[in-house]
């Protein structure tokens, strides 16, 4: 697969970006730009040079993942049900209860998730663990970790999925805003092998998974819980003369599956089951604090562990969409094929690629596709208006393109880079970064009280639902074919 058709047509989008990265540090001679300083010629200099976009304090003050905007502080917490290869894992955004000094969570969770994306983009894990975590390694997540959830009234349900060769974290700027907004949104972690990493437990007397191929051998991890051992799967590339269609397709099914499983698994909590989460975080999911945000921290936490209130009915289970980006935008629609509980989907910049044909009559709810200017082309167009018809003037099926945007206007990486950097490297368009997500969030938002029949305000946005913007094209700016 040529580097061109890898940006094409993957979730994340990121091998063309490592590969550049890699060159441009290792490979290349790069010129002296500041002839007083010899030692720009060492790799630390370089990472400076061409981080614009890295975490050192001289060059990335301006960067970092914008908050969230709505009248919400957010939390988020991981949860795993089954601690084997067949369990589910998902991180879980919601509103909470706001208090001082709250932990952010790292962006990028460990070392083994850079290790991922070294091998989603076929390089090697130790340079690349280094330029990784100098460029990245030092961003949070704006939510609170493990924070008490805050009681106000049901919360409407999101299940988000990734884009390939991506993972659970990456997609934070959107669902911490959803969050703020009072959605409680479960982003899945996939393991179908298509996201750069993600991790599992055997038992010490258990025999490991058995994968096609080869990976790190599993290792005890302290953190882990005990009697398990954590074992990592990483992202599986096609096989020499390998037929694309086939493994897509089959992980799709998988991902639409995960999907439906972190749903029925957050049922479950709001009809007050209580469910073992293996990780053992601090978070209590089967409690929330009712409890005033005037409250000093150690009275808000106090409360939370001494006057516990059951969650049961916490979430508005007939007002439950599902949403995803790329890779995960096919996965909307297989999800939306396969559970009437998802009363509508929201595709961001869909790869359509790994759909089965027969899947596009089957789909019954609205469904939103956003588009980003220059990841789009004709064939995955043609696929999209099986199910947005360009004639169609239904108010349940719509699609708008952003203009200036590229494929990664929609993950983190599109704030942690610096402007010029991040152009040549696909990571940015011509669009500032935040009024892009700001019109992605506000016409989801609008979309999702229109479908999911909430007493909100969103509405304000409804005109964005039509394209009727000045950095919004209705429809697409492909030519279609005929």
């Not at 879980?92 to 070392?111: G, M, Q, R, T």
């Not at 911490?176 to 899945?188: K, M, R």
């Not at 059951?310 to 297989?334: K, P």
């Not at 708008?400 to 942690?416: A, E, R, W, Y």
Request: proline residues 6%; charged residues 20%.
């Amino acid at each position: 697969m040529t580097h061109l058709f890898t940006l094409e047509t993957t979730g994340c989008g990121l091998s063309w970006f490592t590969d550049k990265v890699f060159d441009f540090i290792v490979t290349t001679n790069v010129p002296d730009l500041f002839p007083t300083r010899n030692c720009c010629t060492d790799l630390r200099c370089k990472l400076s040079l061409f981080a614009g976009m890295g975490n050192s304090t001289t060059c990335s003050n301006h960067l970092g993942i914008p908050p969230a905007k709505g009248p919400n502080a957010v939390g988020c917490s991981d949860f795993m049900m089954d601690h084997t290869v067949k369990g589910t894992f998902f991180r879980l955004y919601y509103p909470c209860v706001a208090y001082e000094d709250a932990e952010k969570p790292d962006w990028i969770p460990s070392k083994e998730y850079f290790y991922g994306l070294a091998d989603f983009m076929n390089i090697n894990r130790g340079l690349s663990e280094q330029i990784f975590n100098y460029l990245f390694g030092s961003f949070k997540i704006p939510a609170a970790m493990n924070a008490p959830y805050k009681q106000n009234g049901k919360c409407p349900v999101i299940v988000f999925s990734h884009g390939l060769g991506a993972f659970r974290t990456l997609y934070s700027a959107i669902c911490a805003e959803l969050a703020s907004q009072g959605f409680i949104v479960a982003a899945v972690e996939h393991r179908d092998e298509s996201a750069a990493a993600t991790f599992f437990y055997h038992g010490k007397t258990e025999e490991p998974e058995e994968k096609e191929e080869e990976s790190l051998p599993p290792k005890p991890n302290p953190e882990a819980p005990e009697n398990l051992v954590e074992e990592w799967m990483y992202y599986r590339s096609l096989k020499p003369g390998e037929s694309e269609f086939p493994l897509r397709n089959k992980q799709v099914l998988q991902r639409a599956d995960e999907c439906l499983k972190a749903l029925d698994i957050l049922i479950q909590i709001n009809s007050g089951k209580k469910m073992e989460n293996v990780l053992g975080t601090e978070f209590d999911w089967m409690t929330l604090a009712g409890y005033s945000s005037t409250l000093d921290n150690k009275q808000a936490l106090r409360v939370v562990h001494e006057q516990a209130i059951n969650i049961q009915n916490s979430m508005d289970l007939c007002r439950i969409a599902v949403m995803g980006h790329s890779f995960g935008g096919a996965t909307v629609i297989e999800a939306l094929c396969n559970e009437v509980n998802f009363k509508c989907g929201i595709a961001l910049d869909a790869w359509m690629f790994p759909l089965d044909e027969e899947i596009y009559a089957r789909v019954k709810q609205p469904i939103f596709f956003i588009n980003s200017e220059k990841f789009q082309w004709a064939g995955n167009i043609m696929a999209m208006r099986k199910l947005v018809p360009p004639d169609s003037s239904s108010t349940q099926r719509k699609m708008v393109t952003i203009k200036g945007t590229v494929h990664q206007s929609f993950p983190d990486f599109t704030f942690l880079t610096g402007n010029w950097i991040g152009k040549i490297l696909k990571l940015k368009g011509e669009i500032n970064p935040q009024v892009a997500i700001d019109l992605c969030n506000k016409a989801s938002l609008a979309f999702l009280q229109r479908h999911l029949g909430m007493d909100k305000d969103f509405n304000q946005w409804d005109h964005l639902i039509e394209g009727k913007d000045d950095n919004l094209i209705p429809g697409t700016n492909v030519t279609e074919l005929p």
